[in-house]
């Protein structure tokens, strides 16, 4: 299961050696990792790539609608997926794909908007928004891209799939959410004045595909995803995994 790559965290724009860089570990690190998988005959790669290439001008978006991209990232992500398809139609080596959307989980690090709204929510810092707060993004547990992978892993089915958790956020009810699951009397929404560059963008990933032929379902949605963590945090285990910056009190 090959997940790794360079994240944009909210970059909108790249210098050439970014843009380099991109491409040389999303895209030729991932033919590295198909070559070798093929060699030592691994009977399935599944590998990760993200919702973003199906979006079209209309910010709607499904699986079989003709690929978009926008950025280096999104690029170097297509280019992953052709080198995949590449493989699997030499028959080379059998690959799912799973287009994965904000994923979220357990690790409170890195800058993507969950985590930093739980960080921030816990430390009693406000959670900030850019415009009004309405830009909607669909976020994935890990817990159901775990599942996803597994099966992908058992069914053994070829093919792209997208992988969300059918649920459309917006950002102004995730802080909310944040503040239900980790209450703290000083923390609040507070909205910043700045405009949201992504005030008009609303994502929609159809995933009739993934129920149909994968037969995956979400089980988490954003509720449900965030008291999972609050859980895990409470455990011993989590307490002995992080390390104690890593992993702030809950209040």
């Not at 994240?7 to 724009?13: A, C, D, T």
């Not at 926008?70 to 799912?96: H, I, W």
């Not at 409170?108 to 959670?127: S, T």
């Not at 965030?226 to 989590?238: G, N, V």
Request: aromatic content about 8%; overall charge negative; proline content about 6%.
């Amino acid at each position: 299961i090959h997940t790794a790559a360079i994240i944009p965290k909210g970059k909108r724009s790249w210098t050439p050696a970014e843009a380099e860089d991109l491409f040389t570990v999303n895209a030729l690190g991932t033919r590295t990792i198909l070559e070798s998988a093929a060699a030592a005959r691994v009977p399935r790669c599944i590998v990760l790539s993200g919702a973003r290439l199906a979006m079209r001008a209309t910010d709607s978006a499904g699986e079989g609608m003709p690929y978009t991209t926008r950025d280096p990232y999104s690029t170097s992500k297509l280019c992953a997926e052709l080198m995949c398809r590449e493989f699997q139609n030499n028959g080379a080596l059998r690959v799912t794909t799973l287009r994965i959307s904000a994923p979220y989980g357990y690790l409170l690090n890195g800058p993507a908007v969950v985590p930093e709204f739980i960080r921030r929510c816990l430390a009693g810092q406000p959670l900030a928004l850019w415009g009004d707060g309405s830009r909607e993004q669909v976020f994935t547990f890990v817990d159901d891209l775990a599942r996803a992978c597994d099966h992908a892993i058992t069914d053994s089915v070829d093919g792209t799939f997208t992988i969300t958790s059918g649920q459309q956020t917006t950002m102004r009810e995730l802080a909310d959410a944040v503040l239900r699951t980790f209450p703290n009397p000083r923390s609040e929404v507070v909205l910043t004045g700045a405009a949201d560059p992504g005030a008009d963008h609303s994502a929609q990933y159809p995933m009739d595909d993934a129920r149909d032929r994968l037969g995956y379902v979400p089980a988490f949605d954003l509720d449900a995803g965030l008291a999972q963590i609050a859980t895990y945090f409470r455990t011993p285990s989590a307490r002995r995994c992080f390390a104690e910056e890593d992993t702030p009190a809950l209040v």
